[in-house]
């Protein structure tokens, strides 16, 4: 069983930054395959970003390329999502995602474990 949890949302001004953390409990913490997913009120759960397990390749949403990095840290379990030149259309819920299987990394369908979400705001 794994459980993650999110931290570091928060209220920001549009062209500032944010680093959030996703802490995973578990001992195969390297080889889970973890995403971030983000929720705006009333729209459907969008991928963000992913980073594999064992060469952690990175994957991007067009709407993130170029402004947020992924990056994990297996010594400690975690995996951040800094976010650049934040825009009011990235506030949403950001939430983290883990799976053992990598066959689309895209889905949120294909993911078992979630996090609670941490909220990012973005003031124009």
Do not use: M
């Not at 060469?55 to 991007?60: E, F, P, Q």
């Not at 994990?72 to 995602?97: G, I, M, Q, W």
């Amino acid at each position: 069983q794994v459980q993650l949890v999110e931290s570091g949302g928060g209220l920001v001004q549009a062209g500032g930054s944010l680093s959030l953390s996703c802490a995973a409990s578990g001992r195969t913490f390297q080889l889970l395959f973890v995403a971030w997913f983000r929720q705006a009120p009333g729209k459907e759960r969008d991928f963000v970003a992913a980073i594999t397990s064992g060469d952690s390749r990175t994957l991007y949403a067009d709407s993130a390329k170029g402004r947020f990095t992924i990056s994990r840290d297996n010594a400690k379990n975690t995996v951040n999502l800094h976010l650049n030149s934040l825009k009011p259309e990235d506030t949403a819920v950001y939430y983290c995602a883990g799976s053992y299987y990598t066959s689309n990394a895209y889905s949120a369908d294909k993911y078992a474990y979630w996090g609670q979400g941490t909220q990012v705001t973005v003031a124009s």
